[in-house]
């Protein structure tokens, strides 16, 4: 079954606010999370990924954050912006399984201008 | 724009046709993949080759039949598929944990 999944599957936030996308998976066993955000006619695109020993990576306007403890992982975007429209997926891989992802269904981001 | 190129991007088939998907990748990496794409769903992995052996078949039906002649090449061939396979089919290739994309192939089946 599925392992990783979102909280919500939409969000609406104005341009220049800060955006937050949370995710929550079950497999304590996964040590690592990667963020992917696809826009419309495209495939999946890489954004930021994190390692279980860490709780917290900064990428370019984006953060991601990482509680074991609850199993959740979060994308933090900074000043969105109308580019960032997109549907966004969090992706754990655990260690056993190689290269294997498991996704969640995803966040679907509208940006207001 | 990415190293993972997929034809055709768009394909309409009838259910007693056969066709194929190609995937392409110009990154030099060894494990390549095949998703399926549904609507509100999450994807859903199909294959995984890992230097051209396949290493995960994760029960897809016999009408899709992969192929990877070399670590550079992965094709899905179609038979006999039915109106819910109808999605969009995406390859992606890695050397490690991260994942690059292709753009998909959106395919309808009638």
């Known amino acids: 079954g599925e392992s990783v999944g979102l909280h919500l599957p939409t969000l609406s936030v104005q341009e220049g606010d800060n955006s937050i996308i949370n995710c929550a998976y079950s497999n304590s066993a996964s040590d690592y999370f990667i963020w992917y955000k696809q826009e419309s006619g495209k495939g999946p695109q890489f954004i930021i990924d994190i390692r279980s020993n860490m709780d917290k990576r900064q990428g370019q306007r984006v953060t991601v954050l990482l509680n074991k403890t609850v199993k959740h992982l979060s994308l933090q975007i900074a000043a969105t912006q109308p580019g960032d429209s997109a549907v966004y997926f969090c992706?754990?891989?655990?260690?056993?399984?190689?290269?294997?992802?498991?996704f969640g269904a995803g966040t679907t981001v509208t940006v207001r201008a | 724009e990415t190293g993972v190129t997929q034809t055709p991007r768009h394909l309409v088939m009838g259910m007693t046709n056969k066709k194929s998907l190609k995937c392409e990748q110009h990154l030099g990496h060894n494990a390549m993949y095949w998703y399926k794409q549904s609507a509100k769903k999450p994807l859903e992995l199909m294959f995984v080759y890992n230097f051209k052996e396949q290493t995960e078949n994760n029960s897809v039906p016999s009408r899709f039949s992969p192929e990877c002649p070399n670590s550079s090449h992965l094709f899905l061939h179609l038979h006999t598929l039915q109106p819910e396979d109808s999605a969009l089919y995406l390859c992606a290739s890695s050397e490690g944990n991260e994942q690059f994309f292709g753009p998909g192939t959106r395919l309808t089946v009638l």
């Open positions: 992706a754990e891989n655990v260690r056993s399984n190689d290269y294997k992802l498991s």
